[in-house]
Nanobody
Framework: QVQLVESGGDSVQAGGSLKLSCVGS????????MAWFRETPGKEREAVAN????????VYSESVKGRFTLSLAATKNTLTLQMDRLKPDDTAMYYC????????????????????WGQGTQVTVSL
């Protein structure tokens, strides 16, 4: 059974940085994709960034592009999200997600493309 465990969420001031980590276990494939999503009360869960094994580039949402950096250590099944220049609008519960097959990057922004989820880690950014 594939499991994801997130860590790294915290409370920081605007302009600060955080690093989220997601460690996967029980993977059934070397060809997989992982992603970070985030959710705030009353809003839909939105894609933040995603990447697949195979050497392709990470893809970011417009709201985080240039501030967040996604890294995948495939040999360790570990996905990290370095978040810099944080803004209050980044406040959310952040979820790690995975799927054990590749998909076109255009489809990885959809929550429905992922069936494996972590429990979430809270990020709070204050002024």
């Amino acid at each position: 059974q594939v499991q994801l465990v997130e860590s790294g969420g915290d409370s920081v001031q605007a302009g600060g940085s955080l690093k989220l980590s997601c460690v996967g276990s029980g993977y059934t494939s070397d060809s997989y994709c992982m992603a970070w999503f985030r959710e705030t009360p009353g809003k839909e869960r939105e894609a933040v960034a995603n990447v697949c094994t195979g050497g392709g580039p990470a893809v970011y949402s417009e709201s985080v592009k240039g501030r967040f950096t996604l890294s995948l250590a495939a040999t360790k099944n570990t996905l990290t999200l370095q978040m810099d220049r944080l803004k209050p609008d980044d406040t959310a519960m952040y979820y790690c997600a995975a799927r054990m097959t590749w998909l076109p990057l255009s489809r990885l922004r959809a929550r429905e493309s992922f069936s494996i989820w972590g429990q979430g880690t809270q990020v709070t950014v204050s002024l």
